[in-house]
């Protein structure tokens, strides 16, 4: 009934019996302007349907009306993030009404969220381009007969200028990973051949590094997501920490005959994070040191960037730390194997 009454009004529908093809169907397929939600399904009920998409970077902006049978019902799935609901039995004329003010409410957000993304995102390349024609003239100077002061100024120049292009890569990153539009390769790659390459870009004196003898090498995934996450723990923990080991260590869980599921750590004796920032760590633009006098270089987008591709490739990560003592970051990663 639902969508003869939807399809009448030249609506496309896709209906799902239950809640594991819905979410298939809204995986497939994330362009959906609104979902309708039954919360009594089965195989997998509403409730984890909502709560899936709602943690799901590409579905979560999607408006989800459920329809609930009691106030129970109303009120969790308002808890887990639902836009509205209607009680069951529904008036049509009434349901109607709401989806066309949450569609167009949502396409207004929508539109601004594109509007703001193109923006950076054009704002950023342009800012690219001086950037790199900076730098290039600093290498130039660099190979002529200098003096030590003026040595010293180029060496400060190339320091600015790389500071200032990496903000801005991670600016466009973070955009384009907000608005999902960051594709990247998925092609086989070399797990420790990566992690060498990244260690050779810090201080890798510091750095111990653990691999379990069994886990796999040859991987085949998205190589720059992969390369990105461990580079920005890595460099975090450089930086927050001036003295002592730093400790990277990784462990393979298989997933079924082709995947598997590679369970990383990254610990330092740094600064640590105080309990309050332990939930907004991974929220854009927060610090550790917000401080006006700030010791540290960065605006506070790494680690969103690094929890963002993680939930992009099936993972987790979280963060154990204390102030003054140190921090592990936790995360997993899942991979196919080319030994299969």
């Known amino acids: 009934m639902l969508i003869t009454i939807l399809s009448s009004q030249g609506a496309l529908c896709t209906a799902a019996a239950n809640g594991r093809e819905a979410m298939y169907e809204l995986e497939a397929k994330s362009d959906f302007d609104i979902v309708l939600l039954d919360l009594q399904m089965p195989i997998m009920d509403g409730f984890e349907v909502l709560s899936q998409c709602k943690s799901n970077p590409y579905l979560r902006d999607i408006p989800i009306i459920v329809l ?28 109607e009404l709401r989806i066309t003010r949450l569609v167009n409410s949502s396409r207004q957000a929508q ?73 990247t390769l998925v092609e086989p790659f070399s797990l420790r051949s990566m992690l060498q390459h990244a260690l050779d870009s810090n201080n890798k004196a510091r750095i111990n590094l653990s691999i379990a003898d069994d886990v796999s090498d040859d991987l085949y995934g998205p190589s720059f997501y992969v390369s990105k996450i461990f580079g920005i723990l890595i460099e975090n923990a450089v930086k927050f920490s001036s003295d002592g080991e ?27 994070i105080s309990a309050e920032f332990h939930k907004r760590i991974f929220d854009p633009f927060v610090q550790v040191d917000s401080s006006r006098i700030r010791r540290f270089e960065g605006i506070g987008l790494g680690l969103a960037i690094a929890k963002r591709m993680v939930e992009l490739m099936g993972g987790t990560i979280g963060v154990q730390s204390d102030e003054g003592v140190g921090s592990t970051f936790n995360f997993s990663l899942y991979c196919q194997r080319q030994d299969t």
């Open 111 to 183: 539109s601004a969220k594109r509007a703001k993304a193109e923006f950076l995102a054009i704002a950023s390349h342009e800012l690219r381009t001086p950037m790199h024609q900076i730098l290039g003239v600093a290498e130039l100077l660099d190979g002529e007969n200098l003096g030590n002061e003026q040595r010293e100024f180029v060496d400060i120049m190339k320091k600015a200028t790389n500071s200032l292009t990496s903000i801005i890569s991670d600016i466009l990153d973070y955009v384009q990973l907000d608005h999902g539009s960051l594709k």
């Open 68 to 95: 609930a049978a009691n106030r129970h019902e109303k009120i969790n799935s308002l808890k887990l993030g639902a836009n509205d609901f209607m009680s069951k039995p529904y008036e049509p004329e009434e349901l």
């Open 246 to 272: 730093i400790r990277i260590t990784i462990r393979e869980e298989p997933q079924g005959k082709f995947g598997s599921l590679f369970c990383c750590s990254v610990s330092d004796p740094g600064i640590g």
